[in-house]
């Protein structure tokens, strides 16, 4: 399970994830999201982050997310983990019971061009592909609801992204995109190994800064005669 790493460039966009333990759900009436919430405003005023987008599920989160300072990005993400476990064991009076998550957060370097674009939509298409919502914006705890129906507390959360939106990026997450299931299966494959996402040199280089080369290669003996 690739981390980000531990002296990561900055200004390089992330993409996210971590889960519960099991899979159980972490977030079990709207309280609990809101309090999830209140945590990532204060982590970001402990380790300034730039949060392009972001999703709350019941039992996971996605973010994508980039910093000035590298290290910062580590530092949130171990700070939102950490407090929100304390929180809730404190909360549900479950203290004792064991991990919360599954384990460390799952993350990907994103290339800013188009390939940056299908991660957010990626992102902010999550509800849809679970069946919670017919239309991406009316999931409440997304960046997408939340740039146009979010307090300004909720709002100062989101930075402006490095690539311009595209005219039509609500109606794009909204319907099935030109070979779907292809670019899924491109972000998830990219998720599970951590390697860098985008176009072939930038990938090769990015993972060579960054120390990733390891993700690049194919997992599993080689097949005889190869």
Known sequence: MARIPRNPIGDVAY???????????????????????????????????????LCLMSNHWHFSLSAKKGENISNFMRWVTHTHTQRYHSHYKTIGYGHLYQGRYKSFPIEKDNHFLQVCRYIERNPIRAGLVRKAQNWKWSSLWIRKN??????????????????????????????????????????????????????????KKLNLISTLIPRGRPKKGT
């Not at 993409?15 to 405003?41: C, M, P, S, T, W």
């Open 150 to 207: 979010g307090t300004k507390e909720q709002k100062a959360l989101l930075s402006d992204w490095p690539v311009e939106m595209p005219i039509g990026y609500l109606e794009w997450v909204n319907v099935l995109d030109k070979n779907e299931e292809d670019k899924l299966n491109k972000i998830r494959y990219a998720l599970k190994r951590g390697c860098p996402y985008g176009e072939d040199s930038w990938v090769k280089k990015t993972a």
């Open 15 to 53: 993409h996210v994830l971590n889960r519960a333990n099991g899979r159980e759900q972490i977030f079990n009436k709207e309280k609990d999201y809101e309090a999830f919430i209140k945590i990532i405003q204060e982590a970001k005023e402990k380790y300034p982050v730039d949060i392009f987008t």
